[in-house]
C-alpha cells in the first residue's frame, strides 16, 4: 500500500520546538519532490517547505530562518525541525510527494500542531 505517514504533531508553547517527521511506504522517496503544506481553521492550505531529490530547498516567508527542512533517503523520511513556533504556525500539517518522472501526488493524513500559550 503507497502511504505516507506522518508523525511528531503536538502541542507547545510559543518559542517552543517539534520535530515532525513523515515515513513513505510502498515507495521510494529518491525519485519524487516532497514537501510540508500545512492548513489552518477557515484557510486554505499553503505550501510550508519543500525539497528537491537533489537536496534544493525552499520555504515560505513566514517560517524562513525557524525551519528546517531535510529528507533521508535511506530511512525513506521527510523532516521538519520547526523552531522559535508561534501562535500562527497552529495549523494542521501535512506531507505530500509528487513524482517527478510521473503525475502521482501522494498526502499524509497530516498531524495537528499546536501553539499555545
Known amino acids: 500500500q503507497l502511504q505516507l505517514v506522518e508523525s511528531g504533531g503536538g502541542a507547545v508553547q510559543p518559542g517552543g520546538s517539534l520535530r515532525l517527521s513523515c515515513a513513505a511506504s510502498?515507495?521510494?522517496?529518491?525519485?519524487?519532490?516532497i514537501g510540508w503544506f500545512r492548513q489552518a481553521p477557515g484557510k486554505q492550505r499553503e505550501l510550508v517547505a519543500r525539497?528537491?531529490?537533489?537536496?534544493?530547498?525552499n520555504y515560505a516567508d513566514s517560517v524562513k530562518d525557524r525551519f528546517i527542512i531535510s529528507r533521508d533517503n535511506a530511512k525513506n523520511t521527510l523532516n521538519l525541525q520547526m523552531n522559535s513556533l508561534k501562535p500562527e504556525d497552529t495549523a494542521v500539517y501535512y506531507c505530500?510527494?509528487?513524482?517527478?518522472?510521473?503525475?502521482?501526488?501522494?498526502w499524509g493524513q497530516g498531524t495537528q500542531v499546536t501553539v499555545s500559550s
Open positions: 510502498g515507495f521510494t522517496l529518491d525519485y519524487y519532490a
Open positions: 525539497i528537491t531529490n537533489g537536496g534544493g530547498t
Open positions: 505530500r510527494a509528487q513524482g517527478i518522472l510521473s503525475s502521482e501526488d501522494y
